[in-house]
Nanobody, 123 residues
């Protein structure tokens, strides 16, 4: 499984970014996808996940109402729309494929990872 992530960058607080993660080498729709992030000096943390069909989504509390995860199985791509960005959202963002259709918020349940994309939010 390989991923190509894109969409990161530098944005002012209150701005928006959309991250994309294109996958190859796997039956994409059979597996949940997640987004995680890791800030300097901190552990990697869960941000959002989406089931294989796209019908179920789940968010970490601090991003609820601001971030939206979605997927296009025809394009083997998962997205993370990030609105109302805050400086504390600054991190490297990673997409990951779960080992099941529904996934979880646990890092160890995702065996496949993208290379990460930097998101920096200035105050």
């Amino acid at each position: 499984v390989q991923f190509v992530e894109s969409g990161g960058g530098l944005v002012q607080a209150g701005g928006s970014l959309r991250l994309s993660c294109a996958a190859s080498g796997r039956t994409f729709s059979h597996y949940a996808m997640g987004w995680f992030r890791q800030a300097p000096g901190k552990e990697r943390e869960f941000v959002a996940r989406i089931s294989g069909s796209g019908a179920n989504t789940y968010y970490e509390d601090s991003v609820k109402g601001r971030f939206t995860i979605s997927r296009d199985n025809a394009k083997n791509t998962v997205y993370l729309q990030m609105n109302s960005l805050k400086p504390e959202d600054t991190a490297v963002y990673y997409c990951a494929a779960a080992a099941s259709r529904f996934g979880s918020q646990l890092v160890d349940t995702y065996p496949y990872w993208g290379q990460g994309t930097q998101v920096t939010v200035s105050s």
